[in-house]
């Protein structure tokens, strides 16, 4: 028994791009064209996107001014122990490297 494949036809898209009608349109007339276009949806689309940040923000729960500091704290606090632990580290290896090239 064999399958039978249909296959459709498919549509043709009209003119070729950059042409009206089947002739060549004026190059600089068409670049206009295509600017303005594209500066109108530039546009458009960061004024969505606006909206849609705004949206989003009104959504967040935002940290108490006490939760705030403390987190800032805590944060301060590991990068001076990082710090410090990076320093005693990078002096040993300098102590090292002084002591094997002499």
């Known amino acids: 028994m064999t399958e039978k494949k249909t296959v459709k036809p498919t549509r043709s898209k009209g003119p070729a791009a950059g042409t009206k009608g089947g002739r060549q349109s004026d190059s600089k007339t068409s670049a206009r064209e295509a600017t303005a276009a594209g500066a109108v ?11 849609e940040v705004k949206t989003e923000l009104k959504k967040v729960t935002w940290p108490s001014r ?13 990068v001076a122990v990082v710090a410090v632990y990076l320093g005693i580290v990078d ?5 090292l490297v002084r002591l094997v090239l002499g």
């Not at 949806?41 to 909206?51: G, H, K, N, V």
């Not at 006490?66 to 590991?78: C, E, P, R, S, Y």
């Not at 002096?91 to 102590?95: M, S, Y």
């Open 41 to 51: 949806s530039w546009w458009e689309a960061s004024a969505q996107f606006l909206r």
């Open 66 to 78: 006490k939760q705030a500091a403390t987190t800032t704290g805590v944060v301060l606090v590991l």
């Open 91 to 95: 002096f040993i290896l300098a102590r």
